[in-house]
């Protein structure tokens, strides 16, 4: 990783997944320190992120007296300035006394520090939770891109066979009609006669569209036979008149119906993943749309809750099928096998997010974990699941 010295003992990476969360799951060696900052990507407010980031680190030390803090610290030493410069949306740092772990977010995180028995998980559950591999196809008549994603990775790739533009694809179509009209007024070979001008990314001409056409039918043939039987989705991105063209060449069954409408010369790889994780996430939300309908199938079978008292009770028996939680709200407070939890308003500094404590008993145990907006939950509650 560019812009960063670290110490030997840290891991740092650019994406967190499920073996991430698995490992940060299995943790028992206390104190867990969880430190979350949103940060900007670049430009003046990047400057932002280290001052966040070494507030956190003064907010932490009260709470873990005696605790080595120095890993943490060495990422604020003066030679990691550029590291700070170059983050995603999001940072989050996991110490305890087995390891150290760093991530670079692509999404918005919240900014909190939680000391512990356990680390607080749950703002970057969706990355887990919603994620899938996605292809945008990035078209032009100059240019043809493939990219392989998912929402923290966005991947060019070159498939056999795939042409790179309308020129190569249609090389000699194109000298002919180069050879034939090779000025844009009269020729003294052919008076009173106009050469036809190539219309680039405007509207097309009936021979341009065919020899698009043309064009997109080779992308196709290049495309299917690389993804096969694959089911990912397909995202196209290309000027407005170019997607219906495409449309009608294309043969892969799993094309979103929506787009990216402009022309991709002008965006990077991260616009365009940006801009198709937004078509693409609803296609994700399919196993949580089946665990709503199965709480509100199942309320007041005895097989729901949405009491976080019991919920907590129960997240450890391995009965709990799916558990859903807020990600945008919290409550602090204590909890314990013998006692029970004890709730407070406000975020007193030994605090857990228990709704952070459900979701990892729960997901320690076999649960599916869906964490969705407060407004999304399907009871007035911040918390609900159904049990077998």
């Known amino acids: 990783m560019k812009h960063v010295k670290i110490p030997s003992n840290m891991h740092l990476a650019d994406a967190f997944n499920k073996k991430d969360l698995d490992a940060l799951l299995k943790s028992e060696n206390m104190p867990c320190i969880s430190i979350y900052i949103p940060t900007h990507r670049g430009g003046k407010e990047s400057l932002q992120n280290e001052i966040r980031f070494k507030n956190a680190i003064e907010k932490v030390k009260p709470m873990v007296p005696g605790i080595d803090l120095g890993p943490a610290l060495a990422l604020l030493d003066n030679g990691n300035a550029g590291f700070w410069q170059y983050q995603k949306d999001g940072f989050a740092l996991f110490m305890s006394p087995e390891l150290m772990r760093a991530f670079r977010i692509s999404m918005d995180t919240p ?20 994620d899938t591999t996605f292809f945008i196809l990035a078209l032009s008549q100059n240019e043809c891109r493939l990219y392989k994603c998912d929402r923290q990775h966005c991947d060019e790739i070159t498939p056999e066979n795939l042409p790179d533009s309308l020129s190569q694809a249609l090389r000699f179509d194109l000298q002919e009609k180069q050879l034939q009209f090779h000025t844009a007024g009269q020729t003294s070979q052919t008076p009173g006669r106009k050469a036809a ?62 787009g990216i409408t402009g022309n991709p010369e002008n965006l990077t790889a991260q616009d365009l993943q940006k801009a198709a994780w937004e078509i693409v996430a609803p296609f994700t939300r399919k196993d949580l749309d089946r ?27 391995g009965q709990m099928k799916y558990l859903m939680v807020a990600r945008d709200a919290d409550q602090w407070g204590q909890f314990s096998w013998d006692d029970g939890p004890v709730f407070h308003s406000e975020k007193q500094a030994e605090d857990q997010d228990l709704l952070n404590v459900a979701a990892c008993h729960a997901l320690r145990n076999g649960a599916a974990v869906f964490p969705v907006l407060l407004k999304e939950m399907p009871d007035d509650s911040p918390v609900a699941a159904v049990f077998y």
């Open 111 to 130: 900014e909190v520090s939680v000391v512990a028995d356990r680390f607080h998980l749950k703002p970057v559950l969706p990355l887990v939770a919603y």
């Open 197 to 258: 001008a190539f219309h680039g990314q405007g509207v097309a001409d009936d021979e341009d569209k065919d020899r698009i056409l043309r064009y997109f039918q080779a992308i196709n043939k290049a495309l299917t036979t690389f993804l096969g039987p694959r089911t990912d989705l397909l995202v196209l991105a290309g000027v407005d008149y170019l997607h219906a063209l495409y449309r009608s060449a294309n043969t892969y069954p799993h094309l979103v119906d929506k």
């Open 291 to 317: 665990a709503v309908k199965a709480y509100q199938d199942l309320k007041g079978s005895g097989r729901t809750a949405n009491d976080l008292a019991h919920i907590l009770q129960q997240a450890s028996t």
